[in-house]
């Protein structure tokens, strides 16, 4: 029999997705040859996940979990093919422990992780992908956390849009009204577009990319170039306080901004709360 190497064992994991005692398995029966192992593992078990793994993954939802203590919490998007699987019971259940193993473990080299009772996340999810019929891929996470205050989050009913958000405060709050507010601000960056949640954090690219949108239809306009200095500028500064969260008017009260609402919020409840994270992710 041929030496099976850990290389060899880590190669064939890479080509096919399978778990590395699998694949171990699968070149110890083979002696050593690659390609017999691959092919092993088309006739077993695993051959209906790795044919369904190289199919598209258009559709999918979102979930969140949020700790108990509501410290910590973690959104993931996860990808399927059809919409009809996206609404499976199943696959939404499996998000919703995804999202539990991203918040009690982080999403550092997620789907390496160890994961009930599976080598790893990607085992468990090469395994669904066999009982649901479907090629089954992990997109995305983060993590948020807080010191005080809380997390909290929405996904829309849909599972096509969801948002986690932290809000911190000066010192513990245990009412609901807080758990109120942070849902009341998820669905609000559900509705709009969000690219930060103040001027200063807007990601560089995306405003130059903007910027040069900007020129671009200002040039096209055919004025003095004193005037088009001043058009850009003044677009620019609207497109930042549209895309920044605190700027924006509150969706279920267009009157208030969104820092008017932390601010009134902080005056009622009696704790300065503020907006320190938010994640979005939509399909």
Same mark, same amino acid.
């Given at each position: &029999?041929?030496?099976?190497?850990?290389? &060899?064992?880590?190669?064939?994991?890479?080509?096919?997705?399978?778990?590395? &005692?699998?694949?171990?398995?699968?070149?110890?029966?083979?002696?050593?040859?690659?390609?017999?192992?691959?092919?092993?593992?088309?006739?077993?078990?695993?051959?209906?996940?790795? *044919?369904?793994?190289?199919?598209?993954? #258009?559709?999918?939802?979102?979930?969140?979990?949020?700790?108990?203590?509501?410290?910590?919490?973690?959104?993931?998007?996860?990808?399927?093919?059809?919409?009809?699987?996206?609404?499976?019971?199943?696959?939404?259940? &499996?998000?919703?422990?995804?999202?539990?193993?991203?918040?009690? $473990?982080?999403?550092?080299?997620?789907?390496?992780?160890?994961? /009930?009772?599976?080598?790893?996340?990607?085992?468990?999810?090469?395994?669904?992908?066999?009982?649901?019929?479907?090629?089954?891929?992990?997109?995305?996470?983060? #993590?948020?956390?807080? $010191?005080?205050?809380?997390?909290?989050?929405?996904?829309?009913?849909?599972?096509?849009?969801?948002?986690?958000?932290?809000?911190? @405060?000066?010192?513990?709050?245990?009412?609901?009204?807080?758990?109120?507010?942070?849902?009341?601000?998820?669905?609000?960056?559900?509705? @709009? /577009?969000?690219?930060?949640?103040?001027?200063?954090?807007?990601?560089?690219?995306?405003?130059?990319?903007?910027? /040069?949108?900007?020129? @671009?239809?200002? *040039?096209?306009?055919?004025?003095?170039? $004193?005037?088009?200095? *001043?058009?850009?500028?003044?677009?620019?500064?609207?497109?930042?306080?549209?895309?920044?969260?605190?700027?924006?008017?509150?969706?279920?009260?267009?009157?208030?901004?969104?820092?008017?609402?932390?601010?009134?919020?902080?005056?009622?409840?009696?704790?300065?709360?503020?907006?320190?994270?938010?994640?979005?992710?939509?399909?």
């Amino acid at each position: &029999m041929g030496q099976i190497t850990a290389s &060899m064992v880590k190669e064939l994991r890479e080509v096919s997705g399978v778990g590395m &005692m699998d694949c171990k398995k699968a070149l110890v029966e083979s002696d050593g040859d690659m390609d017999a192992a691959k092919e092993l593992l088309r006739k077993t078990g695993q051959a209906k996940a790795l *044919k369904k793994s190289s199919r598209e993954t #258009r559709e999918g939802s979102i979930g969140f979990y949020v700790s108990e203590d509501k410290k910590k919490g973690a959104i993931v998007k996860l990808g399927c093919e059809t919409d009809f699987v996206a609404k499976n019971d199943k696959f939404q259940e &499996m998000l919703a422990q995804l999202a539990r193993q991203a918040s009690d $473990n982080g999403v550092e080299d997620f789907v390496n992780q160890a994961y /009930q009772g599976q080598e790893s996340v990607q085992d468990f999810l090469v395994k669904s992908i066999g009982e649901l019929g479907e090629n089954i891929q992990f997109l995305e996470a983060k #993590r948020l956390e807080v $010191n005080s205050g809380l997390i909290g989050g929405y996904v829309h009913m849909t599972g096509k849009i969801g948002v986690l958000v932290s809000l911190e @405060t000066d010192q513990a709050y245990q009412g609901s009204e807080l758990g109120d507010l942070a849902k009341d601000i998820s669905m609000h960056i559900a509705a @709009t /577009q969000a690219e930060a949640i103040s001027e200063d954090q807007i990601d560089p690219e995306v405003l130059e990319k903007e910027k /040069q949108f900007v020129i @671009t239809q200002a *040039k096209e306009s055919g004025r003095p170039e $004193n005037i088009i200095e *001043k058009m850009i500028e003044g677009r620019l500064q609207k497109f930042k306080k549209e895309v920044c969260i605190l700027s924006q008017p509150f969706v279920k009260n267009p009157e208030q901004t969104i820092e008017a609402l932390l601010k009134d919020s902080s005056k009622n409840l009696g704790v300065a709360i503020s907006l320190t994270g938010f994640v979005k992710y939509q399909f």
